[in-house]
Nanobody, 125 residues
Framework: QVQLQESGPGLVKASQTLSLTCTVS??????????WSWIRQPPGKGLEWIGH???????YYSPALQSRVSISRDTSKNQFFLQLSSVTPEDTAVYYC?????????????????WGPGTRVTVSS
């Protein structure tokens, strides 16, 4: 009964910051051993893991995106957030949030226990 829902603008201008929210119901962000990830899929490409925030608040990011990524949370609202700065059209993708029962860092769908439906973000040049 865990459900995740992404939300945020569908269009972002190049050089700006992409900001998304994941709202989680049916489980707490602070539940022991739960990790909460952002994953994306560009058109015609495979999944790319972006980063995660752990139940105790620590974050870990993909080395390829680390310099531009910030993941944070609001435990009172059971929401976690993605900020991706200095975006380009190559950041255009469907963005997903997902939960796992351990620190998964690979873009393998079966490794995650729950997925949001995804939200499409287009970066205009």
């Amino acid at each position: 009964q865990v459900q995740l829902q992404e939300s945020g603008p569908g269009l972002v201008k190049a050089s700006q910051t992409l900001s998304l929210t994941c709202t989680v119901s049916g489980d707490r962000l602070t539940t022991t051993m739960k990790y909460w990830s952002w994953i994306r899929q560009p058109p015609g490409k495979g999944l790319e893991w972006i980063g995660h925030i752990a139940y105790f608040g620590s974050t870990y990011y993909s080395p390829a995106l680390q310099s531009r990524v910030s993941i944070s949370r609001d435990t009172s609202k059971n929401q976690f957030f993605l900020q991706l700065s200095s975006v380009t059209p190559e950041d255009t993708a469907v963005y997903y949030c997902a939960g796992s029962d351990g620190p998964v860092v690979v873009p393998e769908r079966d490794e995650y226990d729950n997925w949001g439906p995804g939200t499409r973000v287009t970066v205009s040049s």
